[in-house]
């Protein structure tokens, strides 16, 4: 007989499997895609559930043994669950995970594009991975801390519709001014598509990328003037209802 316990960890390891294609667009490829999930998962820090960490005196994530390695400290428990959806206990296992990947405490885009590339072998990850970056590194200071780590998680696997797509649009506003530009749209597809290499199947086109363009400015840009805003891409989805059906994956966004 199962535990409640064995239950919610199948529970996130499957919502995980849809975080992942949400962040990869691995719905663009099918051969291997268990594998590769599988992978992605075990790299990902939330993974580790059989690890715990404890927590201090002043309600602070520890981890006890191993405090002399750390050089990054993150902040309050408390604080962090009331900025996530996460509870002080999922939050204790994450820090886990994500401390045995980054003993420091905090992860650089290099070490975040060699991470990614481990996953996505047969293809050339570093473009997507930069972006992803980006968009993970809230304080734009080129690391990622467990704050951005967990904040993030948590608006991909428990934020509202709202939350969601806000996420998203942020990704794609690569230079963050608050519109998504052709050029934009056309540097994620291309990073999407190399990420993926040869390996898909059908194999895919190389006027792909710019098709998949077309198709999402012809579907959002709703005043055509070359541009799509927060507005415009936030209401475009709400009202179709394969993208809300399909929210977790994010499948008729990217």
Not at 89 to 100: A, C, I, T
Not at 156 to 169: E, M, P, Q, V, Y
Request: net charge negative; aromatic share 10%.
């Amino acid at each position: 007989m199962k535990s409640r316990s064995q239950d919610q960890s199948l529970s996130d390891s499957r919502e995980l499997d849809r975080s992942y294609d949400a962040l990869t667009g691995n719905h663009l490829s099918k051969p291997n895609k268990k594998t590769i999930k599988q992978r992605f998962l075990k790299l990902l820090p939330c993974y580790h559930s059989s690890s715990t960490a404890s927590i201090n005196q002043t309600g602070s994530i520890t981890d006890e043994g191993e405090l002399s390695t750390v050089c990054y400290r993150p902040e309050g428990l408390d604080s962090l669950v009331q900025q996530t959806k996460f509870s002080k206990k999922e939050l204790q296992v994450l820090y886990r995970g994500f401390k045995n990947e980054c003993p420091s405490g905090v992860v650089n885009e290099d070490t975040f594009k060699s991470i990614y590339s481990q996953f996505f072998p047969q293809g050339d990850s570093s473009m997507y991975a930069h972006f992803l970056f980006e968009a993970f590194d809230t304080h734009n200071n080129g690391l990622v801390s467990f704050e951005d780590f967990a904040v993030s998680l948590s608006i991909i696997l428990r934020g509202s519709i709202t939350d969601k797509l806000n996420w998203a649009f942020n990704l794609y506003d690569l230079n963050k001014d608050g519109c998504i530009t052709r050029e934009e749209m056309t540097d994620i597809m291309h990073s999407i598509y190399n990420m993926m290499g040869k390996s898909t199947y059908p194999s895919m086109r190389d006027s792909a990328p710019k098709e998949h363009v077309d198709s999402f400015f012809q579907k959002m840009d709703k005043n055509k003037d070359g541009v799509v805003t927060i507005e415009e891409f936030v209401t475009t989805c709400q009202k179709d209802e394969n993208i809300m059906h399909s929210m977790h994956l994010f499948d008729h966004v990217i």
